[in-house]
T-cell receptor
Framework: DAGVIQSPRHEVTEMGQEVTLRCKPI?????LFWYRQTMMRGLELLIY????????DSGMPEDRFSAKMPNASFSTLKIQPSEPRDSAVYFC???????????FGQGTRLTVV | DAKTTQPTSMDCAEGRAANLPCNHS???????VYWYRQIHSQGPQYIIH???NNETNEMASLIITEDRKSSTLILPHATLRDTAVYYC??????????FGAGTRLTVKP
């Protein structure tokens, strides 16, 4: 298995533009997590899905952020409009619902200028 | 609010055991203790998890106190490649994985 795949690996965009981050979880996993990591705030849980349904989105910072999981093999995190303070590394992780390990992708480094 | 407390940083000599403590005094009866680590800017990597009993795998051992209010992750023979930030997480059913600040472990030659 190729693991959790995130794209793009790096994204540079101008303030005000829409940004879409993509994640392909490991096949057979039914839980998916989106995290954001910055030096100031560390690793923050934004939202997680179980069986494609959002379970807890309390970590989503603002209405500018939205996440979808249209099927078991794909999820997106969208920021519209983007702001410089959104600059961070965004990680996606997947796991089975039972108590097993979570696998993380390599992350997307987002820079908003 | 963080459910766990860890030292900010620790050093360990290469080849020696690294013992990383974690306090989780408010843990509930059905919450598990998980350990992950993050090497440089890579995605976090799972190490081990447990509920009550001590656990061991090819990477590490997890010692959980009888009252479950604290635990220790043991890397038996630390190498330079074990230099990383180590996170202790308390979670129910692996569905609320919230990371704290972790412990920055530096393994020195």
């Amino acid at each position: 298995d190729a693991g959790v795949i995130q794209s793009p690996r790096h994204e540079v965009t101008e303030m005000g533009q829409e940004v879409t981050l993509r994640c392909k979880p490991i096949s057979g996993h039914n839980s998916l997590f989106w995290y954001r990591q910055t030096m100031m705030r560390g690793l923050e849980l934004l939202i997680y899905f179980n069986n494609n349904v959002p379970i807890d989105d309390s970590g989503m910072p603002e209405d500018r952020f939205s996440a979808k999981m249209p099927n078991a093999s794909f999820s997106t995190l969208k920021i519209q409009p983007s702001e410089p303070r959104d600059s961070a590394v965004y990680f996606c992780a997947s796991t089975r619902w039972e108590n097993t390990e979570a696998f993380f992708g390599q992350g997307t480094r987002l820079t908003v200028v | 609010d963080a459910k766990t407390t860890q030292p900010t940083s620790m050093d360990c000599a290469e080849g020696r055991a690294a013992n990383l403590p974690c306090n989780h005094s408010t843990i509930s009866g059905n919450e598990y203790v998980y350990w992950y680590r993050q090497i440089h800017s890579q995605g976090p990597q799972y190490i081990i998890h447990g509920l009550k009993n001590n656990e061991t795998n090819e990477m590490a051992s997890l010692i959980i106190t009888e009252d479950r209010k604290s635990s220790t992750l043991i890397l038996p023979h630390a190498t330079l490649r074990d230099t990383a930030v180590y996170y202790c997480i308390v979670s129910l059913y692996n569905n609320d994985m919230r990371f704290g600040a972790g412990t920055r472990l530096t393994v020195k030659p």
